[in-house]
């Protein structure tokens, strides 16, 4: 099959995986109805949203049988680079554990089994490390040691320093499941940059307090909690998202999660005590989010918080909940608004705006000049939904009988 260009792709081939995904009654129908002509574009858009893997586990027989072969041919290559990932790994936790330097194992296969059934399923990128503050530069200088070099790619986000790699001839030629890819390592120093989201997170120290050990593949890792596992993944989709992506795979890892413990009141009581009020505010709006797009089952104390989200939120979730499926024929940033409804500083919602609609930064991976075509695409659209939006807000508030939503 010859790729196409994901722009090509209509908002039904998005809204068919969505509901092959779905947790209540996932239908696989739509997606095996899809014509031929359309699966190279779809396949290059679930590779990039990693559910290329979860998709032909989940429905490989009902698949088409050239596309079924191609999702199992990038098992098999991802199944070699998951292999480097693991022997990596151990590498530079033998070079760290040497200098003593403790850190947390964030994403990847830390996932498993609790959010994602299988780590190979994830189709991991990167290894990501959470160091406590002081422990940082040592890391890098064992890093380093290692052969590793920051990358020229990439800034910290306020989170992670860029990214570190061992020098490499290796060029991209578009396979994301390329078993020769560079193992890219992110030194993270924080979960979430309050500063420039806008949105304050509580003391990450308690995360840091809380971690605990688990064994992969019969090697000790230290991670975060069970609820601090949930949090941070609740967190790290809701960056993602505000940021214009669609994270797919990381919204189908919380909603099972959700299902799957919909009935384990130590569970959620537990996270009640250990998570503010702040904290789970945040938690709720991706929850939200996520049981939108994949339905499934939630405990009754979360439903009861999701509730009594604030009204600007749940004014989003009723008429842009899915929009960010629609991105690819109806250009938007319609997360901006959800993003808006949880500031409630004018300054850095001005900011927040400026940045979004004149972003200072277009080097992020398609390049300077696809950056900026999307942006071009997208302001037009984005103006025209700011006056929607305060429509709407104005409608809700009156009917509401309050001057503005929160």
Not at 48 to 75: F, G, K, Y
Not at 262 to 281: E, I, K, T, V, Y
Not at 371 to 393: E, I, K, M, S, Y
Request: aromatic letters at 10%.
């Amino acid at each position: 099959m010859r790729l196409a260009p994901e722009a090509h792709l209509l908002p039904r081939a998005m809204h068919a995986v969505r509901e092959a995904l779905r947790l209540d009654r996932p239908d696989a129908g739509a997606l095996s109805a899809m014509r031929e002509n359309e699966w190279p574009g779809l396949l290059q858009w679930c590779d990039r949203r990693q559910i290329t893997l979860l998709l032909h586990e989940l429905h490989a027989a009902r698949l088409p049988s050239e596309v079924a072969e191609q999702m199992a041919a990038a098992r098999d290559r991802y199944d070699i680079r998951y292999a480097r990932l693991q022997r990596d790994l151990c590498e530079i936790d033998d070079a760290l554990g040497s200098a003593g330097i403790e850190f947390v194992l964030l994403k990847g296969m830390s996932h498993a089994p609790d959010l994602t059934p299988d780590p190979r399923l994830r189709a991991q990128g990167d290894i990501d490390l959470w160091f406590a503050a002081d422990s940082i530069e040592p890391a890098v200088e064992a890093l380093r040691r290692l052969g590793y070099r920051s990358s020229k790619q990439g800034h910290d986000h306020g989170r992670h320093l860029p990214p570190m790699v061992r020098p490499h001839s290796w060029k991209w030629r578009g396979d994301l499941f390329d078993p020769k890819m560079p193992i890219h390592v992110e030194p993270h120093f924080r979960l979430w940059d309050s500063r420039a989201e806008g949105i304050a997170m509580p003391d990450e120290s308690a995360f840091w307090d809380r971690r605990t050990v688990r064994q992969f593949d019969g090697r000790p890792f230290s991670v975060l909690c069970a609820q601090d596992l949930l949090g941070f993944a609740a967190l790290h989709f809701l960056l993602h998202l505000l940021h214009g992506d669609l994270p797919l795979q990381r919204g189908w890892e919380i909603a099972r999660f959700l299902d799957r413990h919909a009935a384990d009141d130590a569970f959620w009581l537990q996270r009640q005590s250990l998570h503010s009020g702040s904290l789970r505010l945040l938690e709720n709006v991706a929850f939200a989010i996520v049981l939108l797009w994949f339905h499934g089952e939630v405990h009754a104390s979360v439903q009861e918080e999701m509730r009594a989200l604030p009204a600007g939120v749940r004014l989003w979730l009723e008429h842009y909940g899915l929009s960010p499926f629609d991105r690819w024929s109806r250009p938007n940033k319609d997360e901006l608004w959800l993003h808006l409804a949880l500031v409630h500083s004018l300054p850095r919602r001005v900011g927040i705006v400026l940045r979004r609609l004149f972003p200072t930064r277009l080097d992020r991976k398609g390049g300077l000049v696809a950056r900026a075509a999307h942006h071009r695409r997208t302001f037009t659209p984005t103006v025209c939904g700011a006056l929607r939006w305060a429509w709407l807000n104005w409608q809700n508030a009156r009917a509401s009988g309050s001057f503005a939503p929160r």
